[in-house]
C-alpha cells in the first residue's frame, strides 16, 4: 500500500492558477501510475488527469484539457497537477491516486491507494 498526501489546494479567482501535490511513501523504489480526480458536492468522483511511471504516457478527461497539466518527479516521489484558466466549475475536492500498474489508468477502479484529497475552490 501506497501513502498519499495531497497539498497545494485552496481558493482562488475564476481565470487564476494553481499546483496541486501529491507526495507518495510506503513503498521504496515502487513503480505505478499516478491518477488525479476530482468530487464537487453532489457529484460523483470524476477522472482528471493520469500520467505513467516514466511520464511519457499522459491522459487529461476533456473538461481540463489545455488548462490542466499533470507532471511527476520520481526522485521526490511526488505528482503535480497545475492547474490554470479555472473555471468557478473546477471547484472540487482533488485526489490523488497510485496503481500498481505502471501506465495511466483514467478509470477508478486501476487504482488501489488513495489521498484524502485537497480541495479546491474558485470564485467568481
Known amino acids: 500500500q501506497v501513502q498519499l498526501v495531497e497539498s497545494g489546494g485552496g481558493l482562488v479567482q475564476a481565470g487564476g492558477s494553481l499546483r496541486v501535490s501529491c507526495a507518495a511513501s510506503g513503498r521504496p523504489g515502487s513503480i505505478f501510475g499516478m491518477g488525479w480526480f476530482r468530487q464537487a458536492p453532489g457529484k460523483e468522483r470524476e477522472f482528471v488527469a493520469a500520467i505513467s511511471w516514466s511520464g511519457r504516457l499522459v491522459y487529461s478527461a476533456d473538461s481540463v484539457k489545455g488548462r490542466f497539466t499533470i507532471s511527476r518527479d520520481n526522485a521526490k516521489n511526488t505528482v503535480y497537477l497545475q492547474m490554470s484558466s479555472l473555471r468557478l466549475e473546477d471547484t472540487a475536492l482533488y485526489f490523488c491516486?497510485?496503481?500498481?500498474?505502471?501506465?495511466?489508468?483514467?478509470?477508478?477502479?486501476?487504482?488501489?491507494?488513495w489521498g484524502q484529497g485537497t480541495q479546491v475552490t474558485v470564485s467568481s
Open positions: 491516486a497510485a496503481s500498481p500498474g505502471s501506465l495511466a489508468y483514467t478509470q477508478a477502479r486501476a487504482y488501489t491507494s
